[in-house]
């Protein structure tokens, strides 16, 4: 399994970006998906998820309200629509799959993780 995320960038306060994780090795229709941001000098944290099911959706929240998952089955990839970004939503963000839903706010269950990309919000 390959997760491979895309999209991060530098954007002033108020902007918006989206990010993309592509999955190999898996499908997202049939598989829990996520994403975490760990900023620097802090702890990886949980930001968003998406349920295989049903695509239930669980946001942090910090980020409810701006950020919105979603997924495109055909091209089995994951999304991340940022908008109302803040100087402390800088972070390298990462998607996750593996981890059953009543576990997926938690960062160990999760056996696949994509490398990351950096988001950048300046003031």
């Known amino acids: 399994v390959q997760l491979a995320e895309s999209g991060g960038g530098l954007v002033q306060a108020g902007g918006s970006l989206r990010l993309s994780c592509a999955v190999s090795?898996?499908?997202?229709?049939?598989?829990?998906m996520a994403w975490f941001r760990q900023a620097p000098g802090k702890e990886r944290e949980f930001v968003a998820a998406?349920?295989?099911?049903?695509?239930?959706?669980d946001y942090a929240d910090s980020v409810k309200g701006r950020f919105t998952i979603s997924r495109d089955n055909a091209k089995n990839t994951v999304y991340l629509q940022m908008n109302s970004l803040k100087p402390e939503d800088t972070a390298v963000y990462h998607c996750?799959?593996?981890?059953?839903?009543?576990?997926?706010?938690?960062?160990?269950?999760?056996?696949?993780w994509g490398q990351g990309t950096q988001v950048t919000v300046s003031s």
């Open positions: 996750a799959t593996g981890a059953p839903w009543v576990r997926a706010r938690a960062q160990q269950p999760y056996p696949y």
């Open positions: 090795g898996r499908t997202v229709s049939s598989s829990n």
């Open positions: 998406i349920g295989w099911s049903s695509g239930r959706t």
